[in-house]
């Protein structure tokens, strides 16, 4: 999470790790703060979010602090892959929307990064 000029939101303590917090659906969702290292090599503190895994519209209220709740609405798609012995159900997110920006994603199976940029 960063603002509008790219400074992560984490690492300076507007937002403390202790108090974010992911609700999807109505359903408390074990949240991580971790550190990631992007592409270039640079270190950053990410949150981590596994969302449930079903199709349509998943609304997940991302509390940031006592008095700071945001709404991101993720959309997934269900498909099967098939092995030698097994069908299996996977997800595909197709967009998220989070302050009216729309993003689209192309990510098959497992959850991919995305900017949330906090203005």
């Known amino acids: 999470m960063v603002d509008v000029d790219g400074a992560n939101l984490i690492e300076n303590d507007t937002y403390l790790e202790s108090d974010i917090k992911m609700f999807i659906d109505g359903i408390d969702m074990l949240t991580e703060i971790s550190e990631d290292t992007n592409q270039s090599g640079k270190t950053r503190k990410v949150i981590l979010v596994t969302p449930i895994p079903k199709k349509g519209d998943q609304v997940a209220l991302l509390t940031l602090n006592e008095t700071i709740t945001d709404t991101i609405l993720i959309n997934l798609t269900e498909f099967e892959r098939k092995d030698e012995y097994f069908t299996y159900v996977l997800h595909k997110f197709n967009t998220v929307l989070y302050n009216g920006v729309l993003q689209t ?5 497992y959850l991919p990064r ?6």
């Not at 995305?114 to 203005?119: G, L």
């Open 114 to 119: 995305i900017a949330i940029v906090k203005e």
């Open 105 to 109: 994603l192309n990510s098959e199976y």
